[in-house]
Protein backbone atom coordinates (compact mmCIF):
# COMPACT_ATOMS: atom_id res chain seq x y z
CA UNK A 1 0.00 0.00 0.00
CA UNK A 2 0.90 3.78 -0.54
CA UNK A 3 -0.05 6.82 2.06
CA UNK A 4 -0.23 9.95 0.52
CA UNK A 5 -0.25 13.07 2.82
CA UNK A 6 -0.71 16.46 1.46
CA UNK A 7 -0.05 19.79 2.78
CA UNK A 8 0.24 23.64 2.52
CA UNK A 9 -2.99 24.50 1.76
CA UNK A 10 -4.41 27.96 2.97
CA UNK A 11 -6.55 30.90 2.39
CA UNK A 12 -4.59 33.54 0.21
CA UNK A 13 -5.44 36.88 -1.26
CA UNK A 14 -6.19 36.92 -5.14
CA UNK A 15 -2.81 37.21 -7.15
CA UNK A 16 -1.01 35.19 -4.10
CA UNK A 17 0.65 31.96 -4.06
CA UNK A 18 0.60 29.24 -2.49
CA UNK A 19 2.58 25.68 -2.90
CA UNK A 20 1.09 22.42 -1.85
CA UNK A 21 3.17 19.45 -0.85
CA UNK A 22 2.37 15.51 -1.03
CA UNK A 23 4.83 13.09 0.43
CA UNK A 24 4.26 9.48 -0.27
CA UNK A 25 5.37 6.66 1.89
CA UNK A 26 4.83 2.79 2.02
CA UNK A 27 5.31 0.70 -0.97
CA UNK A 28 6.92 4.21 -3.17
CA UNK A 29 8.39 1.64 -5.35
CA UNK A 30 5.23 0.71 -7.19
CA UNK A 31 4.00 4.37 -7.86
CA UNK A 32 4.47 5.68 -11.43
CA UNK A 33 2.86 9.14 -12.39
CA UNK A 34 2.16 11.50 -9.90
CA UNK A 35 -0.52 14.16 -10.08
CA UNK A 36 -2.99 16.99 -8.40
CA UNK A 37 -6.75 16.81 -8.59
CA UNK A 38 -9.57 19.51 -7.28
CA UNK A 39 -12.78 19.68 -6.27
CA UNK A 40 -14.73 22.69 -5.50
CA UNK A 41 -17.90 23.05 -3.76
CA UNK A 42 -20.74 21.38 -5.76
CA UNK A 43 -18.55 20.79 -8.59
CA UNK A 44 -16.93 17.32 -9.58
CA UNK A 45 -13.00 16.08 -8.94
CA UNK A 46 -11.18 17.59 -12.09
CA UNK A 47 -7.58 17.29 -13.32
CA UNK A 48 -4.74 19.91 -12.45
CA UNK A 49 -1.08 18.71 -13.20
CA UNK A 50 0.72 15.46 -13.68
CA UNK A 51 4.17 14.55 -13.48
CA UNK A 52 5.98 11.04 -14.55
CA UNK A 53 7.85 8.82 -12.58
CA UNK A 54 10.91 10.83 -13.42
CA UNK A 55 10.38 14.04 -13.52
CA UNK A 56 10.86 14.77 -17.26
CA UNK A 57 6.97 14.97 -18.55
CA UNK A 58 4.36 17.19 -17.10
CA UNK A 59 0.75 18.41 -17.92
CA UNK A 60 -1.09 20.79 -16.52
CA UNK A 61 -5.00 21.94 -17.40
CA UNK A 62 -5.87 24.86 -19.60
CA UNK A 63 -6.98 26.57 -16.54
CA UNK A 64 -3.70 26.18 -14.88
CA UNK A 65 -1.06 26.41 -17.53
CA UNK A 66 1.61 29.32 -17.29
CA UNK A 67 0.47 29.69 -13.65
CA UNK A 68 1.41 26.38 -11.96
CA UNK A 69 4.24 23.98 -11.35
CA UNK A 70 4.30 20.49 -10.66
CA UNK A 71 7.29 19.14 -9.56
CA UNK A 72 9.01 15.63 -8.00
CA UNK A 73 11.84 14.83 -5.69
CA UNK A 74 12.16 11.18 -5.63
CA UNK A 75 14.67 11.43 -3.28
CA UNK A 76 12.06 12.35 -0.81
CA UNK A 77 9.36 10.60 -2.35
CA UNK A 78 7.35 13.70 -2.26
CA UNK A 79 5.30 15.97 -5.53
CA UNK A 80 5.10 19.83 -5.20
CA UNK A 81 2.53 22.20 -6.77
CA UNK A 82 3.94 25.63 -6.75
CA UNK A 83 0.75 27.84 -7.44
CA UNK A 84 0.93 31.37 -8.41
CA UNK A 85 -1.23 34.31 -9.70
CA UNK A 86 -4.03 32.83 -7.72
CA UNK A 87 -8.02 33.53 -8.80
CA UNK A 88 -10.91 32.63 -6.67
CA UNK A 89 -11.62 30.39 -9.00
CA UNK A 90 -8.96 28.14 -8.00
CA UNK A 91 -10.68 27.55 -4.20
CA UNK A 92 -11.10 23.99 -4.00
CA UNK A 93 -9.74 21.19 -1.91
CA UNK A 94 -7.15 19.67 -3.53
CA UNK A 95 -6.06 16.16 -4.18
CA UNK A 96 -2.30 14.41 -4.67
CA UNK A 97 -2.97 11.17 -6.54
CA UNK A 98 -0.33 8.35 -7.76
CA UNK A 99 -0.60 5.74 -10.42
CA UNK A 100 0.17 2.09 -9.24
CA UNK A 101 0.73 -1.27 -10.82
CA UNK A 102 -2.76 -0.64 -12.42
CA UNK A 103 -1.91 2.05 -14.31
CA UNK A 104 -4.50 3.89 -12.65
CA UNK A 105 -5.02 6.27 -10.34
CA UNK A 106 -5.50 4.37 -7.01
CA UNK A 107 -3.57 5.94 -4.21
CA UNK A 108 -5.26 9.16 -2.99
CA UNK A 109 -4.15 11.64 -0.27
CA UNK A 110 -7.11 13.01 2.37
CA UNK A 111 -7.23 16.62 0.86
CA UNK A 112 -5.66 20.20 1.53
CA UNK A 113 -7.88 23.31 1.44
CA UNK A 114 -6.99 26.11 -0.34
CA UNK A 115 -9.30 29.76 -0.31
CA UNK A 116 -8.67 32.16 -2.57
CA UNK A 117 -10.34 35.51 -1.64
CA UNK A 118 -11.00 38.39 -4.00
Known amino acids: QVQLVESGGGLVQAGGSLRLSCAASGRTFSIFDMGWFRQAPGKEREFVAR????????NYADSVKGRFTISRDNAKNSIYLQMNSLKPEDTAVYYC???????????WGQGTQVTVSS
Open 97 to 107: AAVGMTRTYEY
Open 51 to 58: ISRSGGAT
